[in-house]
């Protein structure tokens, strides 16, 4: 069981929408820091732990700062990833390219500020080659095929994913990567998505961990680091049980002493990429109750839509709801949440137990600090929130506006064809 308790009071929320009105994506910066000690901590370990947070999950400039001074780094995907990691100062080996079906001018990028790349297949080692050229520190992205078990459960089916080189291949590259001048290798496996449970990276690990014996006794390559990315969960359900990253961390060490170092492995960094488990809790989407609506169900409209959270429409992902100022009160309205989109998945919730919702509660959406915001979209002309910061001192900072019309028709700012626009409507 998870507590879902909202990381601000009612009464500062009716405060600050005040001055920032709904809808808005809130973040809680006390929550992110402790969270990342707590991180760093659980594999201090391990003399070149480092964690690069998946930039995709929430690509806010000034949350990646507060994690750069956590000790953090930064897990890109794309051009526009890589360029906001760049502007922030992240330096080389501080910033893991990820990335998959790779256009060339974002490996020549990255090359340019001496990211890590990560191969996601042996054709891109050509691709590299020609746009950017083989790096002396480079890793590859390995899939091992067939389902992936914790124990005897299916956790995922890696053999259905687009991502990664198969084991012969793994070998391949590194031997072509060698005659190419590489000299410090890294392995990289993302196997199974918000896993809840203690096992996921110790399992994910002994797998990798085993396979980078084979790979440096087959190529005789220095394995510098393995890459257990992302994939820790986040309790969204209030029965969920929370991940206990110090006992993850120690399970992954215990690995570590068995598999590596009797190989003389012991000096592999382990990097991770955890995107969800580094914010998902610590932001919440407040939006407004403005219609209700009585039909064959009980409806609640809201000033929010899947344009600003996707999870619950893409997904059919569990949002735990708070209303706010009623936390008390019994759970004895059944209630579908929607959004304005001309779409009938727009719903935060369905058949939800909540309090009496009343025109203007605030309503709290649990758990959207990670692919909340940062999956949002302009679909039916909706426009995508602010983003606001809960300071450890009580304060709240704009971190990034409300869209406006003007950035919904900026694409069409090389001609005139919407020179009649009435912008104040
Ligand atoms: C999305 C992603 C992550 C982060 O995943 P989480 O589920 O947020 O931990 C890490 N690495 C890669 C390559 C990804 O695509």
């Not at 080996?93 to 060339?104: H, L």
């Not at 990097?271 to 580094?278: A, D, H, K, W």
């Not at 999870?311 to 936390?327: D, F, L, N, S, W």
């Not at 909340?372 to 426009?383: A, D, I, K, T």
């Amino acid at each position: 069981m998870t507590e879902k308790k909202p990381f601000v009071s009612a009464q500062r929320l009716r405060e600050i929408v005040k001055e920032y009105p709904t809808p808005f994506h809130i973040y809680d910066e006390k929550g992110i820091r402790e969270n990342a000690r707590k991180m760093k901590k659980a594999f201090s370990w391990n003399k070149g732990f480092k964690e690069y947070f998946a930039v995709k999950a929430t690509p806010n400039p000034f949350i990646l700062k507060i994690l750069k001074e956590e000790g953090c780094g930064c897990d890109c995907s794309s051009l526009t990833e890589l360029m906001l990691a760049d502007s922030l100062g992240f330096k080389g080996d501080e910033i893991m390219f990820s990335s998959n079906a790779t256009p060339p001018h974002e490996f020549e990028f990255a090359r340019q500020i001496d990211a890590i790349v990560n191969l996601d297949d042996i054709t891109h080692i050509s691709c590299l080659e020609a746009h950017g050229g083989i790096p002396e520190t480079i890793c590859c992205r390995y899939n091992p095929g067939g389902t992936f078990k914790i124990t005897t459960s299916i956790m995922d089916n890696p053999g259905d994913a687009k991502y990664g080189l198969t084991p012969d291949q793994m070998i391949e590259a590194y031997k072509i990567l060698m005659t190419k001048g590489a000299k410090n290798f890294g392995i990289h496996a993302f196997l199974a998505s918000n896993t809840l449970t203690n096992l996921y990276y110790p399992t994910l690990a002994r797998t990798l961990f085993k396979f980078a014996v084979r790979l440096k006794r087959e190529t005789g390559a220095h394995i510098s680091f393995i890459n257990l990315s992302g994939g820790v969960g986040i309790p969204y359900r209030p029965t969920d049980e929370a991940n206990d990253i110090e006992l993850i961390g120690e399970k992954v060490r215990e690995v570590y002493e068995e598999v590596l170092v009797p190989e003389g492995m012991g000096d592999v960094a382990i990097y991770t990429e955890l995107g969800r488990f580094m914010l998902g809790p610590f932001g919440a989407l407040v939006t407004t109750a403005i219609h209700e609506k009585h039909t064959y169900k009980e409806y609640i409209g809201c000033d929010a839509c899947a344009a600003n959270l996707m999870r619950p429409a893409m997904y059919g992902a569990y949002h735990h709801i708070t209303v706010m100022g009623k936390e008390n009160e019994p759970c004895d309205h059944k209630y579908d949440i929607t959004g304005s989109l001309c779409e009938n998945n727009d719903k935060f919730a369905i058949d939800r137990m909540l309090p009496k919702i009343d025109m203007g509660d605030l309503i709290y959406i649990h758990d959207t600090g990670a692919h909340g915001y940062s999956m949002g979209y302009n679909y039916n002309g909706r426009l995508r929130s602010a983003e606001l910061l809960y300071k450890e001192d009580g304060s709240v900072q704009l971190i990034r506006r409300a869209e406006t019309p003007r950035d919904y028709f900026a694409t069409f700012d090389f001609c005139d064809v919407l020179k009649d626009m009435n912008w104040d409507a």
